[in-house]
């Protein structure tokens, strides 16, 4: 077993910094199980311990004893099925930076994705062409784009590249600038506020990917002057498998025609014109009828950051990586993939290792949870909500055995 150097963090020092940490509380709240150190939440967030009990109510007495009447039952107590997107919507915004009538949830990203680049592109200068993504976006971004374009005749062009070239690309013919904030593989964070001010310098209209960013730092996007933007509920906001979504329409954009026009977006849903007649805000954007059940585990979970500073969350993210990029710093076989300046990272790191599918397998064999990411990287996602620094350097030790297992 290769020895920790003493330059290392000593697990003494990290257990000092978990006794001083701010944010050490929230783990109560989550219900993970014993000897499992997960580092995957940047995938599937862990089980708030509350929404067992949410479900449990939702399922028993709104659906099994109020039936029907809940849609619209209690709705002077703001308890009703019919607003549950809108106050869920509420407590996305705060961590976004958006204000509550700006954020839309239901459906998937990849759904949000599509009723957002239909949105962007109306509102895009007419006679621009282009939509510039970064190549190595994830697959279900692209896939939209293509699916849309494809819809619209293939009017527009699809321009996959590099994000250290994005700004090179900028030209007079990009309609909306597509991006995702934090690279789903390297961890790479880009500079939301800075590349939002230069696609608008340049004309364009700005649709961000958050779904590695919501819930594991501050977002400010309105700060930032962002268009649009979308992102998960079961990553880092902790959602449950398969959580609504997110989509935040910055308010000067309320008017942009709406894809997907469903009767759950109409102004009055109960009045069934026929036509369609849009909500106010973002309420326009969703489509259909709400998932309750997904929902209230969605707005259950997002109770736990309530009262957690955003600030904290980021410093603490930040300390995780670098600890754990400290303990596996110099270990052969693992080449760091995630930029090692702060303001670069999001609250992931990745290495590439030439087994990374077995040193993975290993690796959650022994109870450290990450991904595996083709072709070669080894993905750790790091909650500062849940996780502690005694468990970075659990995690790192197992690292440093299994790379030295392969080896062997
Ligand atoms: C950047 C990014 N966008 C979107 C998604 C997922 O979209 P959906 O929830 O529609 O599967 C993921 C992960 O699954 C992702 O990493
Ligand atoms: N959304 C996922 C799913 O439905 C099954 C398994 C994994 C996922 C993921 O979240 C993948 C993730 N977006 C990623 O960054 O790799």
């Known amino acids: 077993m290769t020895q920790i150097t003493p330059q290392r963090p000593a697990l003494d020092a990290l257990q000092a910094l978990d006794a001083r940490d701010p944010l050490a509380h929230k783990r109560a709240e989550f219900l993970l199980p014993p000897g499992v150190i997960y580092l995957d939440g940047n995938s599937l967030g862990a089980l708030p311990a509350a ?20 849609w ?47 949105a962007a592109l109306a509102v895009a200068d007419a006679g621009r062409r282009v939509i510039l993504t970064d190549a190595d976006n994830f697959p279900t971004d692209l896939y939209v784009a293509q699916g849309l374009n494809a819809l619209l005749g293939g009017r527009y062009e699809l321009r996959p590249v590099p994000a250290a070239d994005l700004s090179a690309h900028l030209g007079p013919e990009v309609a909306v600038v597509m991006l995702t904030q934090v690279d789903y593989r390297t961890g790479e964070r880009l500079d939301l506020a800075a590349v939002t001010a230069q696609a608008h310098a340049a004309g364009a209209v700005t649709l961000w990917d958050l779904a590695h960013s919501a819930g594991a730092f501050e977002v400010d996007l309105n700060g930032a002057g962002a268009d649009f933007a979308v992102g998960c509920g079961y990553k880092y906001l902790n959602g449950g498998p398969g959580a609504p979504a997110f989509l935040f329409v910055a308010e000067r954009h309320h008017a942009a025609p709406v894809a997907l026009s469903g009767w759950m977006g109409h102004a009055d849903p109960f009045e069934m014109a026929r036509d369609y007649a849009p909500a106010a805000g973002a309420r326009r954007f969703v489509v259909g009828t709400p998932m309750v059940l997904s929902l209230s585990a969605l707005d259950t979970a997002l109770d736990v950051f309530a009262d957690v500073d955003l600030g904290a969350l980021r410093a603490k993210s930040l300390s995780l990586t670098e600890t754990f990029m400290a303990l596996l710093d110099g270990i052969p076989d693992l080449t760091l993939v995630t930029p090692s300046d702060p303001s670069r990272r999001g609250s992931q790191v990745s290495y590439r290792h030439p087994q990374a599918r077995e040193a993975m397998r290993r690796l959650v064999e022994r109870g450290v949870i990450g991904d595996f990411r083709t072709p070669d990287i080894l993905r750790f996602g790091f909650t500062p909500l849940y996780l502690s620094h005694a468990e970075v350097y659990h995690a790192a030790q197992a690292v440093q055995d299994v790379v030295q297992e392969l080896r062997a």
């Not at 067992?52 to 009447?69: F, K, S, Y």
């Not at 019919?82 to 990203?109: C, F, W």
Request: aromatic share 4%; hydrophobic share 45%; glycine share 8%.
């Open 51 to 70: 929404v067992p009990a949410r479900l449990d109510h939702v399922t028993r007495q709104e659906w099994g004893d109020a039936l029907i009447r809940s």
């Open 72 to 118: 619209t039952a209690n709705n002077e107590g703001g308890r009703d099925w019919m607003a549950l997107p809108d106050r869920v919507a509420a407590k996305v915004a705060r961590l976004i930076g958006a204000r509550p009538h700006e954020v839309a949830v239901g459906d998937s990203t990849s759904v949000n994705l599509f009723k957002a680049l239909s």
